[in-house]
Nanobody, 124 residues
Framework: QVQQVESGGGLVQAGDSLRLSCAASARTFNQYVGWFRQAPGKERELIATIRWSGANLYYADSVKGRFTISKDKPINTVYLQMNSLKPEDTAKYYC??????????????????WGQGTQVTVSS
């Protein structure tokens, strides 16, 4: 297992877009890679996850239709394209991996090898 490295955060205005990257030196076919966020005073929440091999993916209702998770397999990177950003999207964003199936992949406790996170701040 390898650590994740997140990048791409920043300070933007409401309505802007950002693309976050989650890089790793290697990935395995049966793992899921999830994007999470944690705002000050709130619990960390899963917002999107994707199976490294295959088409399985999930979005939280709060980001569905605005955020897109994707993968670039040759460079072992998972992206989170964030459009129409809102002030309530302000948080530190993390990625992590899990070996799971079905609803088990929605359980944050199944994920490990967390990165250090990247801050996203959306001003109104």
């Amino acid at each position: 297992q390898v650590q994740q490295v997140e990048s791409g955060g920043g300070l933007v205005q409401a309505g802007d877009s950002l693309r976050l990257s989650c890089a790793a030196s290697a990935r395995t076919f049966n793992q899921y890679v999830g994007w999470f966020r944690q705002a000050p005073g709130k619990e960390r929440e899963l917002i999107a996850t994707i199976r490294w091999s295959g088409a399985n993916l999930y979005y939280a209702d709060s980001v569905k239709g605005r955020f897109t998770i994707s993968k670039d397999k040759p460079i072992n990177t998972v992206y989170l394209q964030m459009n129409s950003l809102k002030p309530e999207d302000t948080a530190k964003y993390y990625c992590a991996t899990a070996y799971c199936a079905g609803d088990g992949c929605l359980d944050i406790h199944r994920y490990d090898y967390w990165g250090q996170g990247t801050q996203v701040t959306v001003s109104s």
